[in-house]
């Protein structure tokens, strides 16, 4: 079994032109973890991504990989694998022969290719369906066989870019779960490239989120979902309010800002929205200072005592929930 190699980002930085795609970002995803690039459309994932991979050449900084300096190095001499998007299979190829492409241009003999193939299609299930063409499998069993092609190089570190995104939801989930599985299983490096908070915090040891083309903050989903550090990640992550109180911007979960007699208050507003959501109902509160604050009350407890919109209500929370976030 392989083991991975830690993976670093020194300074790596990529501008085409005017535009600074990613700016001299550091980061170092420890071996054998599986880590998410997490963000908005256009901060500079997949061009990291493609770094990493050597598809793309950095305009400064290095990539490290196992402590060797691999940022000049082609693709396939690297120790990384990109998957690639199913369609990137090759129609005219049976599923065996698609795995095995990388071997044939390495010039491994034919009976070689097969059974490192068929050990690959062991792997992600497929065994079955050797030798048929990618038009003959459905958009989830692609996806096999293009994470089969990726994992036949004996990668230290698969890179996959928004991998999931071609799948309907229910799909999504089931091969969500088997990427992790594969991971745990092989014990090399997975670098996942997601725009959905719910894929990372599902998937990830460490969720490593970006904007604007650096990194706003890493740490494990936990760490990055309730102690997020700057308002961006509170409401990229989703699930927090970002507050304005007299000594600075705090993010609080919406689970944990609970409804109180005005008196005891720490912030005073009137109900605007009330949604029912099965376990839970969601409030939107109009705070003073035009603040909008969600909070999310278990239904029993609003049951029991239920508010109407228009109502006059306090807000308040225990002093741990508040995490100072800057703008
Ligand atoms: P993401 O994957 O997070 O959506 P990208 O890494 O694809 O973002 O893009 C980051 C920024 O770099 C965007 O502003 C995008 O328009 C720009 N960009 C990406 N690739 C190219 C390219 N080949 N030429 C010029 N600009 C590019
Ligand atoms: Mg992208």
């Known amino acids: 079994m392989t083991t991975g190699q830690d993976l670093e980002l020194v300074s790596l930085t990529k501008r085409y ?17 599986y880590a998410c690039l997490l963000g908005p459309s256009g901060c500079g994932k997949s061009t990291t991504l493609r770094m990493i991979a050597g598809h793309e050449d ?29 369609y990137a299979l090759f129609p005219h190829l049976s599923v065996s022969d698609n795995v095995s ?5 390495k010039g491994v003999e034919a009976a070689t290719r097969r059974k490192a193939a068929g050990e690959m ?7 079955d369906f050797a030798d048929r063409l990618p ?52 014990g090399i490096t997975f670098i996942h490239v997601t725009h959905s908070q719910d894929e990372a915090l599902a998937l990830a040891d460490e969720i490593v989120v970006m904007n604007n083309s650096i990194i706003e903050q890493a740490g494990s989903a936990r760490e990055v ?3 997020p550090k700057t308002e961006f990640v509170a409401r990229f992550m989703g699930g927090h309010n970002v507050i304005a109180l007299p000594h600075g911007h705090f993010a609080i979960r919406n689970d944990q800002v609970r409804l109180t007699e005005m008196g ?31 909070a999310i009350v278990p239904e029993e407890i609003f049951f029991d005592n239920p508010i109407p919109p228009d109502t006059d209500v306090g807000l308040t929370w225990d002093d741990h929930a508040l995490h100072p976030v800057t703008a």
Do not use: C
Request: charged letters at 20%; aromatic letters at 4%; a negative charge.
């Open 121 to 127: 299609l062991e792997l992600v299930h497929m065994t």
């Open 225 to 227: 979902f309730n102690a």
């Open 58 to 86: 950095p305009t400064e900084g290095s990539i490290v990989l196992g402590g060797s300096d691999v940022s000049w190095l082609p693709p396939a001499k690297r120790g990384t694998a990109m998957m690639f998007q199913s």
């Open 135 to 186: 038009d003959q499998l459905s958009g989830g069993q692609q996806q096999r066989v293009a994470l089969a092609r990726a994992l036949i190089t004996n990668p230290q570190v698969l890179l996959l870019d928004e991998p999931l995104s071609a799948l309907d939801p229910f799909l999504r989930i089931r091969m969500r779960s088997e990427l992790k599985r594969l991971q745990q299983e092989l």
């Open 264 to 294: 005891e208050s720490r912030i005073a507003g009137k109900i605007t929205g009330v949604e029912y959501q099965g376990a839970h109902v969601l409030l939107n509160v109009l705070a003073v200072g035009d603040q909008e604050i969600t």
């Open 101 to 105: 492409f990388s071997l044939k241009m």
């Open 17 to 33: 032109g005017e535009t600074v795609a990613v700016d001299k970002i550091d980061h170092h995803f420890r071996a054998g973890s």
